[in-house]
């Protein structure tokens, strides 16, 4: 049996999937891959070395931990769990896994609570991108309140942001990929450590362009390096990744809400008791 996850032209990702559940838990193939358009996988590997990647799938109503352990599928390799994302369980061999961990190495477990980025559909675009001038700071840091960060928020060049699928003057969410192993020589200026993150970024021309950056990003946005190490692992300053991978997962939009007269009602009282 052919369980190679492949990239297709046009289509993104398509990973075999295995219901571990069926039957007792013995488990079955199913005819149909998964297919991820998009992603930051995508980005961030060659294909050949995304092709032990198997989605496996529990019945989340009744979980059971024995279905997730180290084991052997159809083509004889053993792959091991290498992070989730929701229901979907993505094991992968040594080789690969070592690599995705690599992603979380001061937190492993956030390879489940954030491991939905490697897989996040950046519905506008994703893409590879080469020297990409990155200013890293931190909204909770005076000396930093010039970029007007915040919490999981950061800027970006108009002109990048429209490569992404990005609008004027409109925010969107991003995700982002470093792996240290792009370095190649250039470690003086990079990041000593891959990370991902995510939330949002408004194009802004005068904080990015005009001081010669891409991405003003705020520290809060990294994902699956703990708090206590960013001082020595990803510093506040000037950053120039020689390649990172990078998606636009959608452009904000303005949208209509009715409040209802119990939401007015409540309002009204908090207010008076204010």
């Known amino acids: 049996m052919d369980l190679t996850t492949r990239v297709i032209e046009g289509s993104g990702l398509s990973i075999p999937i295995f219901d571990g559940a069926y039957n007792n838990g013995k488990g079955r193939y199913l005819s149909e891959?998964?297919?991820?358009?998009?992603?930051?996988?995508?980005?961030m590997f060659k294909p050949e070395e995304l092709q032990s990647l198997l989605l496996v799938k529990i019945d989340h109503r009744n979980p059971d931990a024995d279905y997730l352990r180290?084991?052997?599928?159809?083509?004889?390799?053993?792959?091991?769990?290498?992070f989730s994302s929701g229901n979907s369980y993505y094991f992968a061999d040594d080789d690969l896994r070592k690599k995705l961990r690599r992603l979380f190495a001061?937190?492993?477990?956030?390879?489940?609570?954030?491991?939905?980025?490697?897989?996040?559909n950046c519905y506008r675009r994703s893409d590879t991108l080469e020297n990409l001038r990155v200013k890293i700071v931190d909204?909770?840091?005076?000396?930093y309140a010039r970029y007007k960060t915040g919490d999981c928020h950061g800027k970006i060049s108009p002109q990048l942001a429209r490569h992404l699928g990005g609008e004027q003057n409109c925010p969107f969410q991003f995700r982002f990929a470093w792996r240290r192993q792009w370095a190649e020589g250039s470690e003086e200026n990079c990041s000593?450590?891959?990370?991902?993150?995510?939330?949002?970024l408004l194009p802004d021309v005068q904080l990015t362009d005009a001081d010669g950056y891409d991405?003003?990003?705020?520290?809060?946005?990294?994902?699956?390096?703990?708090?206590?190490?960013?001082?020595?692992?990803?510093?506040?300053?000037?950053?120039?990744?020689?390649q990172a991978a990078m998606g636009n997962r959608g452009n904000a939009r303005a949208t209509?809400?009715?409040?209802s007269w119990q939401f007015i009602a409540l309002h009204s009282c908090v207010r008076t008791l204010f």
């Open 192 to 200: 000593p450590a891959s990370f991902l993150s995510k939330r949002t």
């Open 106 to 120: 001061t937190e492993p477990d956030a390879a489940c609570r954030y491991g939905s980025l490697l897989v996040s």
């Open 139 to 143: 909204f909770n840091d005076p000396e």
């Open 33 to 43: 891959p998964e297919i991820i358009k998009n992603s930051l996988l995508e980005q």
């Open 215 to 242: 991405v003003i990003m705020d520290r809060s946005s990294i994902k699956g390096i703990k708090k206590a190490r960013l001082d020595e692992l990803i510093p506040c300053g000037d950053y120039e990744f020689p």
């Open 256 to 259: 209509s809400y009715d409040n």
């Open 70 to 82: 180290e084991r052997g599928f159809a083509d004889s390799i053993q792959r091991r769990l290498a």
